[in-house]
Protein backbone atom coordinates (compact mmCIF):
# COMPACT_ATOMS: atom_id res chain seq x y z
CA UNK A 1 0.00 0.00 0.00
CA UNK A 2 1.24 3.51 -0.10
CA UNK A 3 1.10 4.16 3.49
CA UNK A 4 3.69 1.25 3.43
CA UNK A 5 5.93 3.01 0.86
CA UNK A 6 6.71 5.21 3.39
CA UNK A 7 5.95 8.32 1.27
CA UNK A 8 8.27 7.09 -1.83
CA UNK A 9 7.13 6.89 -4.86
CA UNK A 10 8.21 2.86 -5.20
CA UNK A 11 9.30 0.37 -2.46
CA UNK A 12 12.81 0.30 -5.03
CA UNK A 13 13.40 3.56 -4.74
CA UNK A 14 12.53 2.70 -0.46
CA UNK A 15 14.51 -0.42 -0.07
CA UNK A 16 17.67 1.77 -2.22
CA UNK A 17 16.79 4.57 0.58
CA UNK A 18 17.28 1.71 3.38
CA UNK A 19 20.78 0.64 2.20
CA UNK A 20 23.07 2.63 4.47
CA UNK A 21 20.58 1.42 7.36
CA UNK A 22 21.11 -2.14 6.02
CA UNK A 23 25.00 -2.32 5.95
CA UNK A 24 24.95 -1.31 9.32
CA UNK A 25 22.03 -4.10 11.07
CA UNK A 26 24.07 -7.13 8.86
CA UNK A 27 27.43 -6.15 10.76
CA UNK A 28 25.68 -5.87 14.10
CA UNK A 29 27.10 -8.27 15.96
CA UNK A 30 29.54 -9.56 14.19
CA UNK A 31 32.64 -7.00 14.86
CA UNK A 32 32.99 -7.43 18.73
CA UNK A 33 35.99 -5.32 20.67
CA UNK A 34 37.75 -4.76 16.88
CA UNK A 35 37.29 -8.60 15.85
CA UNK A 36 35.40 -9.70 13.03
CA UNK A 37 33.02 -13.20 14.38
CA UNK A 38 30.19 -14.89 13.14
CA UNK A 39 28.54 -17.33 15.78
CA UNK A 40 26.50 -19.31 13.89
CA UNK A 41 29.77 -20.35 11.91
CA UNK A 42 31.23 -22.22 15.10
CA UNK A 43 33.15 -24.68 12.64
CA UNK A 44 35.69 -26.48 14.59
CA UNK A 45 39.20 -26.28 12.77
CA UNK A 46 40.06 -29.34 12.42
CA UNK A 47 36.96 -29.92 10.62
CA UNK A 48 37.40 -27.09 9.00
CA UNK A 49 40.96 -27.64 7.80
CA UNK A 50 39.65 -30.86 5.40
CA UNK A 51 37.58 -28.73 3.24
CA UNK A 52 38.79 -28.63 -0.15
CA UNK A 53 36.52 -27.04 -2.13
CA UNK A 54 33.65 -23.95 -2.03
CA UNK A 55 30.60 -23.67 -4.15
CA UNK A 56 28.05 -20.91 -4.04
CA UNK A 57 24.60 -21.80 -5.48
CA UNK A 58 21.71 -19.44 -5.72
CA UNK A 59 19.87 -17.82 -8.47
CA UNK A 60 19.50 -14.38 -10.17
CA UNK A 61 20.83 -11.39 -7.69
CA UNK A 62 22.14 -13.79 -5.29
CA UNK A 63 23.56 -16.16 -7.46
CA UNK A 64 25.84 -12.87 -8.52
CA UNK A 65 26.15 -12.03 -4.52
CA UNK A 66 28.06 -15.47 -4.57
CA UNK A 67 30.01 -14.39 -7.42
CA UNK A 68 31.91 -11.95 -5.09
CA UNK A 69 32.16 -14.96 -2.64
CA UNK A 70 34.14 -16.78 -5.37
CA UNK A 71 36.76 -14.47 -5.88
CA UNK A 72 37.29 -13.99 -1.95
CA UNK A 73 37.52 -17.51 -0.99
CA UNK A 74 40.19 -17.83 -3.84
CA UNK A 75 41.93 -14.64 -2.30
CA UNK A 76 41.52 -15.27 1.87
CA UNK A 77 40.92 -19.32 2.22
CA UNK A 78 42.92 -20.23 -0.81
CA UNK A 79 40.21 -22.56 -1.72
CA UNK A 80 39.03 -23.32 -5.31
CA UNK A 81 36.04 -21.82 -5.07
CA UNK A 82 32.95 -21.80 -7.74
CA UNK A 83 29.60 -19.94 -7.78
CA UNK A 84 26.77 -21.83 -9.97
CA UNK A 85 23.19 -21.29 -10.61
CA UNK A 86 21.24 -23.66 -8.49
CA UNK A 87 19.32 -24.47 -12.23
CA UNK A 88 22.44 -25.57 -13.54
CA UNK A 89 24.09 -27.46 -10.73
CA UNK A 90 21.61 -29.10 -9.40
CA UNK A 91 20.67 -31.15 -13.08
CA UNK A 92 24.86 -31.85 -13.45
CA UNK A 93 26.59 -34.57 -11.62
CA UNK A 94 28.45 -31.48 -9.20
CA UNK A 95 31.95 -33.56 -7.99
CA UNK A 96 31.57 -32.81 -4.31
CA UNK A 97 31.74 -34.62 -0.71
CA UNK A 98 31.74 -34.27 2.46
CA UNK A 99 34.77 -31.83 2.17
CA UNK A 100 33.28 -29.97 0.36
CA UNK A 101 31.48 -26.55 1.69
CA UNK A 102 28.60 -24.84 0.14
CA UNK A 103 26.99 -21.66 0.81
CA UNK A 104 23.49 -21.13 -0.11
CA UNK A 105 22.60 -17.78 -1.04
CA UNK A 106 18.10 -16.68 -0.82
CA UNK A 107 16.48 -13.67 -0.21
CA UNK A 108 13.51 -15.61 0.37
CA UNK A 109 14.81 -18.88 1.46
CA UNK A 110 11.81 -20.26 -1.11
CA UNK A 111 13.58 -20.52 -4.11
CA UNK A 112 12.43 -23.91 -6.05
CA UNK A 113 15.58 -24.74 -8.10
CA UNK A 114 17.90 -23.35 -4.84
CA UNK A 115 16.00 -25.57 -2.19
CA UNK A 116 16.56 -28.26 -5.00
CA UNK A 117 20.32 -27.75 -5.15
CA UNK A 118 20.91 -27.55 -1.49
CA UNK A 119 19.13 -31.12 -1.30
CA UNK A 120 21.66 -32.45 -3.89
CA UNK A 121 24.36 -31.07 -2.11
CA UNK A 122 23.17 -32.53 1.22
CA UNK A 123 22.55 -36.05 0.11
CA UNK A 124 26.09 -35.86 -1.60
CA UNK A 125 26.98 -35.08 2.26
CA UNK A 126 28.58 -31.26 2.16
CA UNK A 127 28.59 -29.17 4.82
CA UNK A 128 25.58 -26.48 3.55
CA UNK A 129 25.57 -22.47 5.16
CA UNK A 130 22.38 -20.77 4.15
CA UNK A 131 23.19 -16.87 3.83
CA UNK A 132 19.13 -15.94 3.57
CA UNK A 133 16.92 -12.98 4.51
CA UNK A 134 13.32 -14.81 5.47
CA UNK A 135 13.70 -15.94 8.67
CA UNK A 136 12.57 -19.55 9.35
CA UNK A 137 12.10 -20.37 5.45
CA UNK A 138 12.66 -23.22 3.88
CA UNK A 139 16.48 -23.10 3.73
CA UNK A 140 16.93 -21.75 6.58
CA UNK A 141 15.44 -24.65 8.42
CA UNK A 142 17.45 -27.09 5.81
CA UNK A 143 21.02 -25.54 5.71
CA UNK A 144 23.74 -27.33 8.41
CA UNK A 145 24.12 -23.64 9.58
CA UNK A 146 22.24 -20.16 8.56
CA UNK A 147 23.34 -16.66 8.95
CA UNK A 148 20.96 -14.38 8.33
CA UNK A 149 21.43 -11.06 6.27
CA UNK A 150 18.61 -9.31 8.19
CA UNK A 151 18.08 -6.48 5.60
CA UNK A 152 14.49 -6.62 6.74
CA UNK A 153 11.21 -7.20 4.00
CA UNK A 154 12.14 -6.85 0.80
CA UNK A 155 9.15 -6.06 -1.31
CA UNK A 156 9.50 -4.58 -4.99
CA UNK A 157 10.74 -7.61 -7.46
CA UNK A 158 14.09 -6.39 -7.97
CA UNK A 159 16.17 -7.46 -5.48
CA UNK A 160 18.38 -4.42 -4.09
CA UNK A 161 19.06 -4.02 0.06
CA UNK A 162 19.13 -7.98 0.00
CA UNK A 163 22.20 -7.60 -2.34
CA UNK A 164 23.55 -5.36 -0.28
CA UNK A 165 23.39 -7.03 2.92
CA UNK A 166 24.47 -10.90 1.09
CA UNK A 167 27.64 -9.50 0.00
CA UNK A 168 28.23 -7.66 3.22
CA UNK A 169 27.46 -11.05 5.11
CA UNK A 170 28.97 -13.12 2.94
CA UNK A 171 32.82 -11.12 3.16
CA UNK A 172 32.37 -11.26 6.75
CA UNK A 173 31.62 -15.12 6.63
CA UNK A 174 34.63 -15.75 4.93
CA UNK A 175 37.20 -13.62 6.49
CA UNK A 176 35.70 -15.26 9.90
CA UNK A 177 36.47 -18.64 8.14
CA UNK A 178 40.20 -17.31 7.12
CA UNK A 179 40.79 -16.56 10.60
CA UNK A 180 39.51 -20.23 11.95
CA UNK A 181 42.35 -22.06 9.86
CA UNK A 182 44.87 -18.77 10.40
CA UNK A 183 44.66 -17.72 7.26
CA UNK A 184 43.75 -13.62 8.41
CA UNK A 185 46.70 -11.77 10.20
CA UNK A 186 45.73 -9.59 12.46
CA UNK A 187 46.67 -5.81 10.75
CA UNK A 188 44.74 -7.63 7.85
CA UNK A 189 41.97 -7.85 10.01
CA UNK A 190 42.18 -4.82 11.44
CA UNK A 191 42.27 -3.34 8.27
CA UNK A 192 38.97 -4.72 7.44
CA UNK A 193 37.55 -3.77 10.76
CA UNK A 194 37.82 -0.16 10.19
CA UNK A 195 37.03 -0.19 6.75
CA UNK A 196 33.28 -2.25 7.10
CA UNK A 197 32.70 0.67 9.92
CA UNK A 198 32.99 3.41 6.73
CA UNK A 199 30.54 1.37 4.76
CA UNK A 200 27.42 3.27 5.85
CA UNK A 201 28.51 6.62 5.66
CA UNK A 202 29.79 5.78 2.14
CA UNK A 203 26.62 4.27 1.15
CA UNK A 204 25.27 7.79 2.29
CA UNK A 205 26.93 9.41 0.40
CA UNK A 206 26.35 7.60 -2.60
CA UNK A 207 23.15 8.79 -2.21
CA UNK A 208 22.96 11.96 -1.20
CA UNK A 209 24.26 12.16 -5.19
CA UNK A 210 21.52 10.01 -6.48
CA UNK A 211 20.32 13.22 -8.95
CA UNK A 212 23.68 12.81 -11.07
CA UNK A 213 22.38 9.26 -11.49
CA UNK A 214 18.72 10.74 -12.65
CA UNK A 215 20.55 13.53 -14.87
CA UNK A 216 22.50 10.95 -16.33
CA UNK A 217 19.27 8.86 -17.28
CA UNK A 218 17.85 11.91 -18.96
CA UNK A 219 20.56 11.98 -21.64
CA UNK A 220 20.54 8.40 -22.62
CA UNK A 221 16.27 7.37 -21.77
CA UNK A 222 15.86 6.04 -25.10
CA UNK A 223 18.64 3.80 -25.19
CA UNK A 224 17.58 0.19 -26.35
CA UNK A 225 21.17 -1.99 -25.69
CA UNK A 226 24.03 -1.57 -23.06
CA UNK A 227 27.15 -3.40 -22.22
CA UNK A 228 28.28 -3.45 -18.52
CA UNK A 229 31.85 -4.25 -17.96
CA UNK A 230 34.42 -4.86 -15.12
CA UNK A 231 36.87 -6.71 -14.18
CA UNK A 232 37.41 -9.26 -10.84
CA UNK A 233 34.35 -8.11 -8.19
CA UNK A 234 33.46 -5.28 -10.96
CA UNK A 235 32.41 -8.00 -13.54
CA UNK A 236 30.49 -9.76 -10.89
CA UNK A 237 28.93 -6.07 -10.16
CA UNK A 238 28.35 -5.49 -14.10
CA UNK A 239 26.01 -9.17 -14.55
CA UNK A 240 23.94 -7.30 -11.57
CA UNK A 241 24.00 -4.21 -13.08
CA UNK A 242 22.72 -5.71 -16.55
CA UNK A 243 19.97 -7.84 -14.33
CA UNK A 244 18.68 -4.64 -12.54
CA UNK A 245 18.20 -2.98 -15.87
CA UNK A 246 16.98 -6.06 -17.96
CA UNK A 247 14.50 -7.10 -15.58
CA UNK A 248 12.53 -3.22 -14.50
CA UNK A 249 13.66 -1.00 -17.65
CA UNK A 250 13.33 -3.44 -20.28
CA UNK A 251 16.54 -2.56 -21.85
CA UNK A 252 18.97 -5.28 -23.40
CA UNK A 253 21.82 -5.43 -21.06
CA UNK A 254 24.79 -7.49 -21.22
CA UNK A 255 27.53 -7.88 -18.17
CA UNK A 256 30.69 -8.79 -19.67
CA UNK A 257 34.15 -9.39 -18.49
CA UNK A 258 35.51 -5.96 -19.56
CA UNK A 259 38.79 -8.42 -20.60
CA UNK A 260 36.52 -10.36 -22.61
CA UNK A 261 35.17 -7.38 -24.83
CA UNK A 262 37.60 -7.98 -28.13
CA UNK A 263 36.72 -11.71 -28.32
CA UNK A 264 33.45 -10.95 -29.56
CA UNK A 265 31.42 -8.35 -28.27
CA UNK A 266 33.23 -4.86 -29.49
CA UNK A 267 31.78 -6.00 -32.82
CA UNK A 268 28.21 -4.55 -31.88
CA UNK A 269 30.14 -1.28 -30.28
CA UNK A 270 29.15 1.68 -32.68
CA UNK A 271 28.39 5.33 -32.02
CA UNK A 272 24.35 4.45 -30.40
CA UNK A 273 26.18 1.88 -27.87
CA UNK A 274 26.15 2.96 -24.22
CA UNK A 275 28.52 0.86 -21.87
CA UNK A 276 28.82 1.50 -18.01
CA UNK A 277 32.42 0.59 -16.82
CA UNK A 278 32.85 -0.78 -13.77
CA UNK A 279 36.71 0.52 -12.48
CA UNK A 280 36.42 0.32 -8.33
CA UNK A 281 38.29 -2.74 -8.56
CA UNK A 282 42.24 -0.66 -8.40
CA UNK A 283 44.31 -3.31 -9.34
CA UNK A 284 43.25 -3.94 -12.60
CA UNK A 285 42.09 -0.40 -13.14
CA UNK A 286 44.74 0.14 -15.76
CA UNK A 287 43.35 -2.86 -17.87
CA UNK A 288 39.68 -1.40 -17.34
CA UNK A 289 40.95 1.52 -19.29
CA UNK A 290 42.43 0.02 -21.99
CA UNK A 291 38.90 -1.21 -22.36
CA UNK A 292 37.17 1.46 -22.25
CA UNK A 293 39.58 3.02 -24.90
CA UNK A 294 38.41 -0.03 -27.26
CA UNK A 295 35.25 0.96 -26.92
CA UNK A 296 35.62 5.06 -27.43
CA UNK A 297 37.69 4.05 -30.06
CA UNK A 298 34.67 2.91 -31.89
CA UNK A 299 32.36 5.58 -31.10
CA UNK A 300 30.57 4.11 -28.08
CA UNK A 301 29.48 6.22 -24.58
CA UNK A 302 30.96 4.91 -21.81
CA UNK A 303 29.62 6.47 -18.02
CA UNK A 304 32.34 5.09 -15.78
CA UNK A 305 31.75 4.28 -12.24
CA UNK A 306 35.02 4.70 -10.63
CA UNK A 307 36.68 5.59 -6.79
CA UNK A 308 37.30 9.13 -6.39
CA UNK A 309 40.99 8.54 -6.31
CA UNK A 310 41.16 7.39 -9.89
CA UNK A 311 42.78 10.47 -11.48
CA UNK A 312 43.15 8.72 -15.43
CA UNK A 313 39.38 7.70 -15.47
CA UNK A 314 37.60 11.14 -16.77
CA UNK A 315 40.28 11.47 -19.38
CA UNK A 316 38.91 8.23 -20.89
CA UNK A 317 34.88 8.49 -19.94
CA UNK A 318 32.29 10.83 -21.53
CA UNK A 319 30.59 10.53 -17.44
CA UNK A 320 31.85 9.17 -14.39
CA UNK A 321 29.94 8.78 -11.11
CA UNK A 322 32.26 8.92 -8.24
CA UNK A 323 31.85 6.82 -5.19
CA UNK A 324 34.30 6.67 -2.10
CA UNK A 325 37.68 5.11 -1.61
CA UNK A 326 36.37 2.29 -0.37
CA UNK A 327 38.51 -1.13 0.56
CA UNK A 328 38.75 -3.04 -2.84
CA UNK A 329 37.67 -5.80 -1.92
CA UNK A 330 34.76 -4.27 -0.26
CA UNK A 331 33.68 -2.48 -3.47
CA UNK A 332 30.83 -4.25 -4.45
CA UNK A 333 28.49 -3.49 -1.20
CA UNK A 334 28.47 -0.19 -2.23
CA UNK A 335 29.22 0.26 -5.77
CA UNK A 336 25.67 -1.31 -6.44
CA UNK A 337 24.18 1.21 -5.67
CA UNK A 338 24.91 3.52 -8.63
CA UNK A 339 24.06 0.80 -10.46
CA UNK A 340 20.77 0.21 -9.20
CA UNK A 341 19.97 3.58 -9.18
CA UNK A 342 20.49 3.94 -12.57
CA UNK A 343 17.87 0.89 -13.31
CA UNK A 344 15.71 2.68 -11.48
CA UNK A 345 15.71 5.99 -12.73
CA UNK A 346 15.59 4.46 -16.36
CA UNK A 347 12.21 2.61 -15.89
CA UNK A 348 10.84 5.41 -13.98
CA UNK A 349 12.04 7.79 -16.97
CA UNK A 350 10.37 4.92 -19.49
CA UNK A 351 7.07 5.24 -17.09
CA UNK A 352 7.15 1.51 -16.38
CA UNK A 353 5.69 -0.44 -13.37
CA UNK A 354 9.00 -0.94 -11.50
CA UNK A 355 7.74 -2.61 -8.16
CA UNK A 356 6.34 -5.49 -10.46
CA UNK A 357 7.94 -5.84 -13.35
CA UNK A 358 6.21 -7.67 -16.15
CA UNK A 359 6.52 -11.65 -16.55
CA UNK A 360 8.51 -11.44 -12.81
CA UNK A 361 7.31 -12.78 -9.17
CA UNK A 362 9.32 -12.28 -6.18
CA UNK A 363 10.00 -15.22 -5.54
CA UNK A 364 10.00 -18.18 -7.80
CA UNK A 365 8.73 -21.27 -5.86
CA UNK A 366 7.78 -23.53 -8.76
CA UNK A 367 10.38 -24.64 -11.45
C1 LIG B 1 16.40 -10.07 -8.47
O1 LIG B 1 16.26 -8.76 -8.80
C2 LIG B 1 15.47 -11.01 -9.06
N1 LIG B 1 14.14 -10.61 -9.15
C3 LIG B 1 15.80 -12.48 -8.91
O2 LIG B 1 16.93 -12.69 -9.72
C4 LIG B 1 16.07 -13.09 -7.52
O3 LIG B 1 17.26 -12.55 -7.01
C5 LIG B 1 16.15 -14.60 -7.62
O4 LIG B 1 14.91 -15.10 -8.08
C6 LIG B 1 16.55 -15.29 -6.34
O5 LIG B 1 15.61 -15.08 -5.32
P1 LIG B 1 15.93 -15.50 -3.84
O6 LIG B 1 17.07 -14.67 -3.40
O7 LIG B 1 14.68 -15.20 -3.07
O8 LIG B 1 16.28 -16.96 -3.84
Redesign the pocket.
Known amino acids: SDAQKGGFKHFMLKEILEEPDVIVEALRGRIKNGEIEIPELDFDKNYFKNINQVYFV?????YHAGLVGKYLVEKYLNIPAQAEVASEFRYRNPVIDERTLVFVV???GE?AD?LAALRLAKEKKAKTIGIVNVVGSSVAREVDKVVYIHAGPEIA???TK?YVAQVEVITLSILHLAKIIDKLNEANEKLFVEEFQKLEGFAREILENKEEIASFVSTTKNIEETFFIGRNLDYALSLEGA?KLK?IAYVHAEGYPAGELKHGPLALITPNSLVIAIDTFTPLSDKTISNIKEVKARGGKVLAIAKKDNTRIKEVADSVFYIPNVLDDLTPIITVIPLQLFAYYMADARGLDIDKPRN?AK??TVE
Not at 58 to 62: H, L, P, V
Open positions: ACGTASQSTTVASALELSV
